[in-house]
């Protein structure tokens, strides 16, 4: 078999809702070059698909044809007399095309849920639609990354159409967990790859996948789950799901650790000196009852309702008031000046509103530049830009987009002038003056656009993964690394955190479920030591590692050994060992003690080769990805696996040519069949 070149190789990666695919590895691996939604539309014909809609669309020309002769002068005179005016006017036809329409999804079919193959036929025809649109040569190798979900069965089908289909030379799957090990250089990790549906949660060790435990397609756990959670939210805000799912995607949805206080929620300090605090409150009082804000006297000091010294001539508050502050109503009405006292009440309460009004205004004028400056996580409302894309005819009736009557502006075609110029009938051509087509109304060509607009959120945007979400991820992963049989190997998998898919693009995704495990499954090292205080000291002192367990001081009264020797296992030692064999100048005791010492030493060094506990984790960290791919660096790493995807293409087909059996060629493929695959899996 001639060697594969690097522009040669195709990758393919299937997901749910968007397949990644690329013809060749560049000297520095890329980003996919193809991304397409993984859906097919339904063909006319029955089991074909188009990667597109295809719409049906009528238009009316206007044809002057000429009108057969008359075969009876006579009879045919009316005849001849509308053939006339149809030759004059033109007689109208409908003519219908087809057009591809890639704004519209209805009646799309997604061949892929929660990971799962559902439609085969449709998966089969968006995987020649790829290998179409890529054109790749005859001689060229193709891996395709797999889910965790596809079962034995899955990989032969798949080997057997890209064999059958595609004559390929090479053929290879390879498990996505294992293409993100790849991409981060780690042999020992914890994959956690969240999708659109589901997590799928991975330990791999030495590149080898821990099949029993593996958490496959954990429902509800995806970026759909998080769509959901603020669809019901905002329910009473009447946001639909395209409102959400662009909210979610914004930078003002952020997902904040556990315990984090909502902005406006903060807990008010408590009180460190209750003594201070009932000073506090009889200073408080004290000043209440000597013309505080609460002391009725001084609320009445300016006179009734309120009125403040010097608003009236003392003689008038004579008249009206006595000396105490209280109305007397006796007075006024003797005084004849109950009008002018209640003129004057409604001007000093409009003029009181008036300056409360100012003065919210400014205290609103002046805190907008300071909420304005403060961080998203600290706001009680943001503002995310919405677009929709709604029809023209809609936006014509709210008065939003006003079009000239007549007007024909779609997306892509030139403004026709509002009033064009009128042509010479003699630069008009013969076709143009048969085949004009009639104009088709605005709302017959059904035209939209897409409309922007700002949408104010309050703190819903803040619980997209409340419900069980984060809970749900942190149980599969701590049930996922105690399923892994190596004890010694599983705080290197706490230390080998790696979160990737899509669905954890929210922002502060990956902080809150690294805080969540922490405050979970975490022991720190100084809680290691909380009990030594309260051991004997007869006890061995425990350590972090766990390799000392404390040994209770034999109770038995007739034993001379020394602290921490089991008497059974010294009678069974001592037993097999006779007095002849005791070295000289050695007693039988002394002699046995030496040797329980010695086996304990052994003991303790082929048992406890390993640091760390292996029910719960010492620490957990994340997995930075390597920085030598800087085309890597401005998309992020969510799609880590397409780029391990090309590590090992580039391993397998081109450095090692196949000599570890990374792929499946063609010989071997008419030689085992697709049931060979499972013999070159990675």
């Known amino acids: 078999m001639p060697p594969f070149k690097d522009e040669h190789v195709l990758i393919i990666a299937p997901g749910s809702q968007t397949t990644l695919a690329q013809l060749g590895l560049p000297e520095s691996f890329t980003p996919a070059q193809l991304r397409t939604s993984t859906r097919m539309f339904p063909a006319e014909k029955k089991g074909e698909w188009e990667p597109l809609k295809v719409r049906e669309r009528k238009t009316t020309r206007r044809r002057h044809d000429v009108a057969p002769a008359p075969v009876d002068g006579d009879s045919a005179m009316p005849d001849a007399d509308a053939a006339t005016n149809e030759l004059e006017n033109g ?45 790749p040569p005859f001689h060229t190798p193709i891996i395709i990354i797999t889910q965790p979900t596809w079962t034995a069965h899955d990989h032969e089908i798949l080997t057997q159409f890209f064999f059958e289909k595609f004559k390929t030379p090479a053929f290879c799957l390879m498990d996505s967990a294992l293409a993100i090990c790849y991409a981060y250089a780690a042999s020992t990790a914890t994959v956690v790859d969240i999708g659109y549906e589901k997590c799928d949660i991975s330990a791999v060790v030495e590149f080898l996948i821990n099949d029993f435990g593996r958490g ?9 789950g998080m769509t959901q959670r603020l669809m019901k939210l905002l329910a009473n805000k009447h946001f639909s799901r395209d409102m959400c799912e662009q909210l ?27 003594a201070a605090a009932a000073s506090a409150g ?34 008038e508050r004579g008249d009206v008031e006595d000396n105490e502050g209280v109305l007397d109503v006796a007075s006024l009405v003797v005084s004849g000046k109950t009008n002018e006292f209640l003129a004057r009440k409604e001007k000093e309460k409009a003029e009181r509103a008036e300056k409360a009004a100012a003065k919210k205004a400014a205290q609103e004028a002046a805190a907008a530049p300071k ?37 024909s502006k779609v997306e892509g075609e030139a403004k026709r002038p509002r009033n064009p110029e009128p042509q010479d009938p003699a630069e008009v051509s013969t076709d143009q003056a048969l085949n004009a087509p009639t104009e088709v109304p605005l709302h017959d060509r059904e035209a939209t656009a897409l409309v922007r607009r700002e949408v104010e959120v309050g703190l819903e945007r803040f619980q997209a993964a409340t419900g069980g979400i984060l809970d749900q991820i942190a149980d599969g992963i701590h049930r996922c690394i105690l399923s892994v049989p190596e004890v010694q190997r599983r705080q290197e998998l706490w230390d080998n955190l790696i979160i990737v898919g899509n669905g954890s693009k929210v922002k502060g995704f990956k902080d809150a479920l690294v805080a969540k495990l922490n405050s979970k499954y975490l022991i720190s090292d100084s809680n290691t030591t909380i009990f030594t205080s309260e051991m004997p000291s007869s006890f061995s002192t425990p350590v972090a ?44 005791h002394l002699h046995a003690q030496l040797q329980m010492q010695q ?81 070159f899996c990675m």
């Open 91 to 135: 007689i109208e036809e409908e003519e219908t095309y087809f057009e591809e329409d890639p704004t519209i999804e209805e009646g799309a079919v997604y061949p892929i849920r929660q990971g799962r193959v559902v439609d085969w036929s449709c998966l089969f025809a968006l995987m020649t639609h790829i290998y179409n649109t890529l054109s």
């Open 216 to 224: 496959i397609a954990v429902p509800n756990c995806g970026g759909e």
């Open 248 to 274: 979610k995607r914004s930078g003002i949805c952020e997902i904040l650790p556990p315990g984090t206080a909502l902005p406006g929620e903060e807990v008010e300090a408590p009180v460190v000196n209750p």
């Open 282 to 315: 009889a200073n408080t009082a004290g000043l209440k009852g000597r013309g505080g804000p609460g002391d009725p006297i001084a609320s009445n000091k300016g006179g009734a309702g309120g009125i403040e010294a010097g608003d009236e001539p003392d003689g």
């Open 371 to 407: 909420q304005a400056k403060l961080p998203n996580a600290k706001r009680l409302t943001a503002t995310f830009p919405y677009t929709e894309r709604r029809p023209l005819k809609e936006l014509n009736q709210d008065g939003k987009r006003p079009m000239e009557k007549g007007a």
């Open 545 to 588: 590692t766990g390799a000392n367990t404390p040994q209770p001081q034999s109770q038995l009264t007739n034993s001379h050994h020394g602290p921490g020797v089991n008497p059974l296992l010294l009678a069974a030692t001592t037993a097999s060992n006779p007095s002849g064999l005791i070295p000289p100048g050695q007693s039988q």
């Open 599 to 679: 086996y304990q030493q052994q003991n303790q060094q082929t048992s406890h080769q390993y640091s760390g506990h292996g029910q719960t984790p010492m620490r957990i960290k994340l997995t930075k990805m390597p920085e030598y791919f800087p085309e890597w660096k401005d998309v992020g790493t969510e799609e880590a696996s397409f780029l391990g995807a090309q590590v090992a293409a580039k391993v397998v087909f081109v450095v090692d040519q196949g000599l570890s059996k990374g792929f499946m060629s063609r010989t071997e493929y008419n030689d085992l069949g697709p049931q060979g695959i499972h013999e």
